[in-house]
């Protein structure tokens, strides 16, 4: 007996422009383009007996018009499963009669050979949509996170995983003539990456990254901490030239800012081209491992739920867009954390008018206390 | 409703809190606040060993859609309206932390403890020089009289 999902892995094997569709009468539709060696046939198999196959209806479409077959004009061998059904079609269908396609309306070749070239690599994962209208790379060897969709037969960009900056969908139109092309202008693209991702590897895994959350590959900056009330972001401008457009941002309590700007600032000059990022940070922080949190004292409490971690101005944790409170003010003893956009709204708020002598800009809503500008590094994202 | 706006989903955690881990001498009115978030009404009580011991007095909390940004009205609403020097008959206190003094990391809670301290610190059961005047003048907005901060001490 087939279950619908043996006749959905065959297809997706063997037959990846057919799609299958099981209706509640247990019948079996099957659509899509079926192709063999140099043929390719829009069709749609009826099974109203599925998985038998007689009593079948079978609409072929021949020159713009679907043609039925059924038991009465195609003959079947009585022991035939689907699989050897849809294996002997091409042979028992009679010959189709090449299609006239004006030539400028085809693209150099046919985009259904170039899926069917494309689709046995095992360097990635093909997926065609039931319309045939997308095609959708995906788990590149190496790369798992990637992905590239396509509008077919067009070829125009749909979505990806490469940052917003690297404009692929330009690079797509002025050198990729076809699927192939741009299945391999893609794949360099991740080989030339190679560094930026690996670089944020490595953070990813060894520092307590705050936000972006969740971080995906298209994401150019990671923020983490350094020490208490103090955080490190680190921004990669260019994902092409890495440690050149590299920046790198204190963000914490005046003092340790201007103390810290200043270790910093050395260990630029000091930078070791031979180790990634994170190992140089290491370094030029003098630590062994960046502050991870501290889950030793049982599970992890839910952050929404701890009122230590919440923002003091919204009292939620994590805003919609993954930011988390990070700012405290100059006063060690205050226990103020709160969201830079919470602030930042805060003191437009003032600003608008009410209080208008005693602007508090950059002044702690709970002591008083100077807030730090650093802290305006996390405005602009 | 879907999504709460920043202001709903705060009044909300506040709520919560208030109800789970209430400070002394403070209770809520439930029914009330289930009707509508945005009026609440709280029950204070006049500590021991102060001019107030044994008495029972209800604040009313208005917030708009600007909490925490924008500071919450609040009143002495009910019978039993406190006689102190920064209250007025008709329920308005002259607190700077509800106008030009408010910040948004305080709370209703803290409001409710200053209100209370403010209480407690009082000396001498008497209305504000001004009341008369005051009472008759005023706007029904707490929040749009220019308040004039003379005295911290009580």
């Given at each position: 007996?087939?279950?619908?999902?043996?006749?959905?892995?065959?297809?997706c094997?063997k037959?990846?422009?057919l799609?299958?569709?099981?209706?509640?009468?247990?019948?079996?539709?099957?659509?899509?383009?079926?192709?063999s060696?140099?043929t390719?046939?829009?069709?749609?198999?009826?099974?109203?007996?599925?998985?038998a196959?007689?009593?079948?209806?079978?609409?072929?479409?021949?020159?713009?018009?679907?043609?039925?077959?059924?038991?009465?004009?195609?003959?079947?061998?009585?022991?035939?499963?689907?699989?050897?059904?849809?294996?002997?079609?091409?042979?028992?269908?009679?010959?189709?009669?090449?299609?006239?396609?004006?030539?400028?309306?085809c693209?150099?070749?046919?985009?259904?050979?170039?899926?069917?070239?494309?689709?046995?690599?095992?360097?990635?994962?093909?997926?065609?949509d039931?319309?045939?209208?997308?095609?959708r790379?995906?788990?590149?060897?190496?790369?798992?996170?990637?992905?590239?969709?396509?509008?077919?037969?067009?070829?125009?960009?749909?979505?990806?995983?490469?940052?917003?900056?690297?404009?692929?969908?330009?690079?797509?139109?002025?050198?990729?003539?076809?699927?192939?092309?741009?299945?391999?202008?893609?794949?360099?693209?991740?080989?030339?990456?190679?560094?930026?991702?690996?670089?944020?590897?490595?953070?990813?895994?060894?520092?307590?990254?705050?936000?972006?959350?969740?971080?995906?590959?298209?994401h150019?900056?990671?923020?983490?901490?350094?020490?208490?009330?103090?955080?490190?972001?680190?921004?990669?401008?260019?994902?092409?030239?890495?440690?050149a457009?590299?920046?790198?941002?204190?963000?914490?309590p005046?003092?340790?800012?201007?103390?810290?700007?200043?270790?910093?600032?050395?260990g630029?000059?000091?930078?070791?081209?031979?180790?990634?990022?994170?190992?140089n940070?290491?370094?030029?922080?003098d630590?062994?491992?960046?502050?991870?949190?501290?889950?030793?004292?049982?599970?992890?409490?839910?952050?929404?739920d701890?009122?230590?971690?919440?923002?003091?101005?919204?009292?939620?944790?994590?805003?919609d867009?993954?930011?988390?409170?990070?700012?405290?003010?100059?006063?060690?003893?205050?226990?103020?954390?709160?969201?830079?956009?919470?602030?930042?709204?805060?003191?437009?708020?003032?600003?608008?008018?009410?209080?208008?002598?005693?602007?508090?800009?950059?002044?702690?809503?709970?002591?008083?206390?100077?807030?730090?500008?650093?802290?305006?590094?996390?405005?602009?994202? | 409703?879907?999504?709460?706006?920043?202001?709903?989903?705060?009044?909300?955690?506040?709520?919560?809190?208030?109800?789970?881990?209430p400070?002394?001498?403070?209770?809520?009115?439930?029914?009330?606040?289930?009707?509508?978030?945005?009026?609440?009404?709280?029950?204070?009580?006049?500590?021991?060993?102060?001019?107030?011991?044994?008495?029972?007095?209800?604040?009313?909390?208005?917030?708009?859609?600007?909490?925490?940004?924008?500071?919450?009205?609040?009143?002495?609403?009910?019978?039993?309206?406190?006689?102190?020097?920064?209250v007025y008959?008709?329920?308005?206190?002259?607190?700077?932390?509800?106008?030009?003094?408010?910040?948004?990391?305080?709370?209703?809670?803290?409001?409710?403890?200053?209100?209370?301290?403010?209480?407690?610190?009082?000396?001498?059961?008497?209305?504000?020089?001004d009341?008369?005047?005051?009472?008759?003048?005023?706007?029904?907005?707490?929040?749009?009289?220019?308040?004039?901060?003379?005295?911290?001490?009580?």
């Amino acid at each position: 007996m087939e279950s619908n999902e043996d006749v959905e892995r065959l297809l997706c094997q063997k037959y990846p422009g057919l799609a299958a569709e099981l209706q509640p009468s247990g019948a079996c539709i099957i659509r899509g383009v079926l192709g063999s060696e140099d043929t390719w046939r829009r069709l749609k198999l009826y099974l109203p007996h599925h998985p038998a196959l007689h009593g079948f209806q079978l609409y072929v479409q021949e020159s713009l018009e679907y043609k039925l077959y059924t038991s009465a004009n195609l003959k079947l061998q009585d022991d035939w499963l689907l699989e050897d059904f849809l294996d002997h079609l091409p042979k028992i269908l009679p010959a189709q009669k090449a299609p006239t396609v004006p030539k400028e309306l085809c693209r150099e070749g046919n985009i259904y050979y170039d899926i069917l070239a494309l689709y046995k690599s095992n360097e990635y994962c093909l997926q065609v949509d039931e319309a045939c209208s997308m095609i959708r790379f995906s788990e590149f060897t190496d790369f798992e996170q990637h992905y590239l969709e396509l509008k077919i037969p067009s070829l125009l960009l749909l979505d990806h995983s490469l940052p917003d900056c690297v404009s692929l969908g330009e690079m797509l139109t002025k050198s990729a003539g076809n699927l192939e092309e741009a299945l391999n202008l893609f794949r360099k693209l991740l080989e030339d990456l190679r560094p930026f991702y690996d670089n944020f590897m490595d953070i990813d895994e060894l520092c307590h990254v705050l936000q972006p959350s969740p971080i995906s590959s298209k994401h150019k900056t990671r923020l983490f901490p350094l020490k208490d009330r103090v955080y490190l972001k680190l921004t990669i401008a260019d994902p092409f030239a890495c440690i050149a457009s590299m920046s790198l941002k204190i963000i914490g309590p005046t003092e340790e800012v201007a103390r810290l700007r200043h270790v910093l600032s050395d260990g630029l000059s000091n930078w070791d081209s031979e180790m990634n990022i994170h190992k140089n940070l290491l370094r030029m922080f003098d630590l062994c491992y960046f502050p991870m949190p501290d889950w030793s004292d049982g599970p992890k409490l839910d952050e929404e739920d701890n009122e230590e971690l919440r923002c003091n101005i919204c009292f939620a944790y994590r805003l919609d867009g993954g930011e988390v409170p990070l700012v405290s003010c100059d006063n060690a003893k205050c226990v103020l954390k709160c969201h830079a956009v919470c602030l930042e709204e805060w003191f437009k708020t003032l600003m608008d008018g009410k209080t208008f002598l005693e602007v508090s800009f950059g002044q702690c809503p709970f002591c008083k206390a100077k807030l730090s500008t650093s802290f305006a590094a996390l405005l602009n994202d | 409703m879907s999504s709460k706006s920043p202001s709903e989903r705060r009044l909300h955690k506040e709520l919560m809190s208030l109800i789970k881990e209430p400070p002394p001498g403070v209770t809520i009115d439930t029914e009330s606040v289930q009707q509508n978030l945005s009026e609440w009404k709280i029950n204070i009580k006049g500590f021991e060993g102060t001019l107030y011991e044994g008495e029972d007095f209800q604040l009313l909390f208005k917030f708009n859609n600007k909490y925490p940004f924008d500071s919450p009205e609040v009143t002495f609403i009910g019978t039993n309206i406190p006689v102190h020097p920064h209250v007025y008959s008709n329920g308005h206190i002259c607190l700077s932390i509800l106008t030009e003094d408010w910040s948004p990391a305080l709370s209703v809670q803290s409001v409710c403890l200053s209100i209370a301290s403010m209480l407690s610190s009082c000396r001498e059961k008497k209305r504000p020089p001004d009341n008369t005047i005051y009472v008759k003048t005023c706007n029904k907005n707490p929040k749009k009289t220019k308040w004039w901060y003379h005295d911290d001490s009580v």
